[in-house]
RNA sequence: GCGCCCGUAGCUCAGCUGGAUAGAGCACCGGAUUUCUAAUCCGGCGGUCACAGGUUCGAGUCCUGUCGGGCGUACCA
């Protein structure tokens, strides 16, 4: 399909003057009108002529440059519609032939992606508002992978803080009343709430905190270290269970104590770049925004002990230094876009070169219905596991029963990937920057814009194909490509689909994907619904034509979903 | 107070770097299964694109202001 909009390019720009690689082919509203458009009104400007002369005076020469290529002027715009059967051609024989491969390119080719995701905080249990940093960076990732960059998936843990030196001596007290080795997460947090308790009436317990975490930052290789050291074990192991059932996986799992000891060279660097300055006896960074000036970024604390800021800070040198990258990304919240504005303001007060390199991809909120916010705190929480327990169950639920559970051969295995498809792709079908609020109805839902609905989708697709290699046309027929005529928005759908990938990838806007795939599945469910369109039992050219489409369609689906994280069964 | 983000159908959302008659799902009503999977499809209902100005040949999309909601506002992470 890309030949012929790189010809209709090049003969638009020969006849109008423009340069052929800034001409927007876009997509014209109504499929009738035509498989691409080109709106005359910005030439009519320049030209001081009538958009719709212009229209009519293009079409005439293009429409002689082009064969293959039907130009009509409609009104001021110039649509073009691709020969139905070199359309359909052309798009299913590269799908065909490319497979899991369509969708991919080398453009990214030499060029380092490192794009830092979930980070959740050791000790405390993944819960819903965690899912949506883990998912998304794994698409970005994907996605980056996809287009042939170098990615680097990191993980960086907050294991870091006074709330561990609390934590260390919560289980140093208390730890044999509680299942660390089993339910190891679950175990911690009872401890750090029950620490927290405690502090409030006993006085002692703050500081025994404080002295266990200047333990645990002195270097000290004792007691609290060994502590700290099984905690951060017991909870990466928890945590990896969690990724794994997500299919999620990081190239570096790497906590704030990675940084520890190259804190202070850390400060000196920025320090000598001299944009550092003394208040209150903290050590900042004054920063602006348009001219006015907005918080400062913190490097040291009027105490002289360090905080998140500074380990970000090393954090960010230490990436350059290792991996040159072209872009980092950071997937978090939409409520720390301070704390990034600060830490990229630093940088780019530094001079640095790769300050612009480094972008923070925020997102929506999430809360619980009713607009209670989600924290450890005050116990609202739905817990990340419990949430996936529970989709499997209600998926394994609806295929008991329906009609078909006796041809599915392992339903346990399908129930688990239609529940975690429908939590994933529930976090995904919006923009990312929208707020989200938690609805088990929502997330439970297998009907309509859902994952399930693209996966049933790529099912039946899978189906026709099975059944088409004992009863389809002999294997050597040669499609009736012509006769796909009235597929051809769907084979023009399809054929979009590297661009989608392309265009997803440099928003980091995972919806794009999402929103593809469902209005593909829309128009292939329509076009298929109908009984005319029978793809097996026809003429057997037809048929071949038609499985060529089912197969195309299946493909990339599959290619989306796989994208997005979500499975895709060939049976439910 | 100040800053950032959001505001499209009863609800949840699409709407490509401004372009042709603003589209889906859910809910509600009515249809389709001796059929290549009904987790589907078809039809109906439903809109002053928060409001007011402005820029433009053209604004849901850009600018300004107002209202409403969310988030954030240096020694937490």
Redesign the pocket.
Same mark, same amino acid.
């Given at each position: 399909m890309q030949e012929f909009k790189r010809a209709i390019r090049e003969s638009l720009a020969q006849h109008s003057g423009l340069d052929s690689n800034t001409i927007?082919?876009?997509?014209?509203?109504?499929a009738?009108?035509?498989d691409?458009?080109?709106?005359?009104?910005?030439l009519?400007?320049e030209r001081k002529q009538p958009?719709v002369a212009i229209a009519q005076e293009l079409a005439a020469k293009i429409g002689a440059d082009l064969q293959r290529v039907e130009v009509v002027a409609?009104?001021?715009?110039?649509?073009f519609r691709i020969n139905r059967s070199d359309l359909s051609a052309s798009v299913l024989k590269q799908i065909a032939g490319e497979n899991e491969g369509f969708g991919h390119s080398r453009e990214g080719a030499g060029k380092t992606m490192v794009i830092d995701f979930s980070s959740p905080?050791i000790a405390k249990p993944l819960h819903v508002g965690h899912l949506r940093s883990t998912i998304i960076g794994a698409v970005l990732k994907r996605l980056h992978d996809a287009l042939g960059y170098t990615t680097v998936g990191v993980n960086h843990i907050?294991?870091?803080?006074?709330?561990f030196g609390k934590l260390a001596s919560a289980v140093e007290l208390w730890g044999d009343t509680v299942d660390l080795e089993g339910d190891s997460i679950r175990a911690l947090l009872a401890l750090y709430q029950r620490f927290h308790e405690e502090e409030k009436r006993d006085e002692s317990l703050a500081e025994r905190g404080r002295e266990a975490f200047r333990e645990l930052e002195s270097g000290k290789d004792g007691s609290v270290r060994a502590t700290w050291r099984r905690v951060t074990e017991l909870s990466l192991r928890e945590l990896s269970k969690t990724y794994a059932r997500l299919g999620v996986s990081f190239d570096l799992i790497r906590g704030?104590s990675f940084y520890e000891d190259k804190l202070e060279e850390t400060i000196e660097r920025i320090r000598a770049s001299g944009v550092t300055e003394e208040?209150?006896?903290?050590l900042?960074v004054r920063l602006e925004?348009?001219g006015?000036e907005?918080?400062?970024?913190?490097l040291?604390?009027?105490?002289g002990?360090?905080?998140?800021?500074?380990?970000d800070f090393a954090a960010a040198f230490h990436r350059w230094d290792e991996f040159h990258f072209d872009r980092c990304l950071y997937v978090v919240?939409?409520?720390?876009?301070?704390?990034f504005e600060q830490l990229f303001g630093v940088l780019k007060r530094m001079e640095l070169p790769w300050a612009e390199r480094a972008e923070h991809i925020y997102f929506?909120?999430m809360?619980l219905s009713g607009?209670l916010?989600l924290s450890t705190r005050d116990g609202q929480m739905i817990f990340l596991d419990e949430l996936l327990d529970r989709a499997v169950e209600e998926?394994l639920k609806?295929?008991q029963t329906?009609?078909?559970f006796a041809?599915?051969p392992n339903p346990e295995e399908?129930?688990t990937q239609?529940g975690i498809g429908?939590v994933i792709f529930n976090d995904l079908?919006?923009?990312?920057?929208?707020?989200?609020?938690f609805?088990w109805?929502?997330v439970l839902?297998?009907?309509?814009?859902?994952g399930?609905?693209l996966?049933?989708?790529?099912?039946?697709?899978?189906?026709?194909l099975?059944?088409?290699e004992k009863e389809g046309p002999p294997a050597d027929t040669a499609p009736a490509w012509a006769q796909l005529e009235d597929a051809s928005h769907l084979i023009l759908t399809l054929g979009r689909f590297p661009d989608v990938v392309r265009?997803a990838a440099k !928003?980091c806007?995972p919806?794009?994907i999402s929103?593809y795939l469902? =209005?593909l599945? %829309?128009?292939?469910?329509?076009w298929?619904?109908? !009984?005319e369109?029978?793809?097996?039992?026809?003429d057997a050219p037809l =048929?071949a034509a %038609?499985l060529q489409l089912?197969n195309g369609a299946k493909v990339v689906i599959a290619n989306g979903l796989r994208l997005l994280g979500v499975a895709t069964?060939?049976?439910?």
């Open positions: 927007k082919l876009e997509r014209p509203k109504k009738e009108q035509g691409f458009a080109f709106p005359c009104f910005q009519a400007k958009p409609t009104g001021p715009f110039l649509n905080n907050g294991d870091w803080g006074v709330q704030e208040s209150d006896g903290a900042i925004r348009k006015k907005i918080a400062p970024a913190l040291r604390k009027s105490d002990t360090t905080l998140y800021a500074t380990r919240a939409g409520n720390q876009k301070l704390h929506g909120m809360t607009g916010k998926a609806v295929i329906s009609k078909k041809d599915i399908v129930a239609i429908a079908k919006k923009e990312r920057i929208k707020d989200v609020q609805e109805d929502d839902s297998f009907e309509g814009e859902t399930p609905y996966q049933y989708t790529h099912a039946r697709m899978c189906g026709i099975r059944r088409a265009s !928003a806007e919806s794009e929103q469902l =209005s599945c %829309r128009d292939l469910n329509s298929y619904g109908h !009984a369109h029978k793809v097996l039992g026809v =048929s %038609r089912v069964p060939e049976k439910m």
